[in-house]
């Protein structure tokens, strides 16, 4: 069975760039989140959709944005790239909305600012 | 604002040594607690939850955490550790009912067993 699959694996933006990150949950799961990690740190949350309604905002600025679609795909996009913007972004899947269960983690998207 | 503590940034033990993982959060109402622990070049993956009941924990590959109300503390265990076992373990905590999607996670403690 298919896991979480993001892509792309690795890119490198300049400061000032918009990037697109993908994800595709596992088959069946309708809630996509999605997750910073920096070098050191612990992931933090960045949004979660739930059948294509955005159900929770973490605290960035609103140069992230992120939809999914009717397949329950995922996109994050973030504009205006800052050299702080490098991390390692991870997106998670779920069968349920509530905290119920377990959230199967992609392997990531790295993304280097220059 | 919730907040999670790892003590450890990095914990070294040789093969067959007991391992404890300090892990608290700071949360007055009712919590979901994780592990979730990261092998070198793979994906974040479940250890164990506590969601109610037995606070004694017992997770995969023979680790379990006890959740400890009283002093905030959800600490992660195992009698004996294998090189294996090497890798990042992660704790993370959701607020009862609240979105799945919304885990505060710590910092992280990387452990390393030598052979």
């Known amino acids: 069975d298919a896991g979480v699959t993001q892509s792309p694996t690795h890119l490198i933006k300049t400061r000032g760039q918009h990037v697109t990150l993908r994800c595709s949950p596992i088959?069946?799961?309708?809630?996509v989140s999605w997750y910073q990690q920096v070098l050191g740190q612990g992931p933090q949350f960045i949004f979660q959709?739930?059948?294509?309604?955005?159900?929770g905002r973490g605290n960035f600025p609103d140069r992230f944005s992120a939809r999914q679609f009717p397949n329950y795909s995922s996109e994050l996009n973030v504009n205006a790239l800052l050299l702080g913007d490098s991390a390692l972004y991870l997106c998670?899947?779920?069968?349920?909305?509530?905290?119920?269960?377990?959230?199967?983690f992609g392997e990531g998207s790295r993304l280097t600012v220059l | 604002a919730q907040s999670v503590s790892q003590h450890n940034h990095h914990v070294i033990l040789s093969e067959a040594a007991s391992l404890e993982l300090g892990c608290n959060y700071s949360y007055g109402g009712t919590v979901n607690l994780f592990w979730y622990v990261q092998y070198p070049g793979q994906h974040l993956q479940l250890l164990l939850k506590?969601?109610?009941?037995?606070?004694l924990v017992k997770g995969i590959k023979g680790f379990e955490a006890e959740f400890i109300k009283s002093k905030f503390s959800f600490n992660l265990r195992k009698p004996s550790v294998q090189w294996s076992d090497t890798a990042e373990y992660f704790c993370?905590?959701?607020?009862?009912?609240?979105?799945?999607?919304?885990?505060?996670f710590g910092k992280g403690t990387k452990l390393s067993v030598k052979p």
């Open positions: 959709y739930y059948e294509k309604e955005e159900r």
């Open positions: 993370a905590v959701t607020n009862y009912g609240g979105s799945q999607g919304n885990l505060i």
């Open positions: 998670a899947s779920s069968s349920r909305d509530r905290a119920t269960g377990e959230l199967f």
């Open positions: 088959s069946g799961h309708k809630s």
């Open positions: 506590y969601f109610s009941g037995d606070p």
